[in-house]
């Protein structure tokens, strides 16, 4: 993934979840580190595919658990990431 697609992610999160860009690692834990709920990963799913006008696997949602998790699979279902 491209750092330019990274830092758009990294924004998403940072306005989505008021969370400081500092704060955005890739093993950064949505649920411990973030302190977020299933519905504000919803909301996430969404704006994130608004964003890059995808559609991400609904059942994916719960594997998602760090940055990490949610940047490759955005690259994986993003012809413009590879």
């Known amino acids: ?3 330019t697609n990274e ?4 924004q998403i999160i940072s306005e989505e979840l008021g969370v400081e860009l ?11 580190d973030f302190n977020i709920d ?7 799913f969404l704006a994130v595919e ?3 006008s995808i559609k991400l ?5 719960l594997n998602v658990k760090t940055v990490d998790d949610l940047l490759k699979l955005v690259e994986i279902n993003n012809d413009e990431f590879v």
């Open 22 to 32: 500092e704060q955005i690692t890739p093993e950064a834990d949505f649920y411990q």
């Open 38 to 44: 299933k519905v504000s990963i919803a909301d996430l």
């Open 1 to 3: 993934m491209d750092n």
């Open 7 to 10: 830092q758009k992610i990294y």
């Open 50 to 52: 608004n964003k890059f």
């Open 57 to 61: 696997p609904k059942n994916e949602l």
